[in-house]
């Protein structure tokens, strides 16, 4: 992540302070979406409408998120697991 900050052009002092940004960000998304499998289609367009304003696709994503929380609901952790190392 800090290499993605520093190719959009921000140096040395800047990199702390978004990096703070991002993880605050991420957070308020998780905490938004901690009950998403209890949400009707409504509530989680409007979710994600407030972390993507002017994105056009708002139905695409909340299609691709209920996908992949789907696609992750029926695998096992030792699936996500099995490349670690054991060491």
């Given at each position: 992540?800090?290499?993605?900050?520093?190719?959009?052009?921000?140096?040395?002092?800047?990199?702390?302070?978004?990096?703070?940004?991002?993880?605050?960000?991420?957070?308020?998304?998780?905490?938004?979406?901690?009950?998403?499998?209890?949400?009707?289609?409504k509530?989680?367009?409007?979710?994600?409408?407030?972390?993507?304003?002017?994105?056009?696709?708002?139905?695409y994503?909340?299609?691709?998120?209920?996908?992949?929380?789907?696609?992750?609901?029926?695998?096992?952790?030792?699936?996500?697991?099995?490349?670690?190392?054991?060491?």
């Amino acid at each position: 992540m800090e290499l993605s900050i520093r190719e959009i052009g921000y140096g040395d002092q800047s990199i702390n302070k978004k990096m703070k940004d991002y993880i605050n960000l991420f957070h308020s998304i998780i905490s938004e979406i901690h009950f998403w499998s209890d949400l009707d289609a409504k509530d989680k367009k409007k979710i994600i409408s407030n972390f993507f304003e002017n994105f056009g696709e708002i139905d695409y994503l909340v299609d691709y998120f209920e996908k992949y929380r789907q696609n992750l609901s029926k695998k096992t952790l030792n699936l996500y697991l099995k490349s670690v190392s054991n060491k």
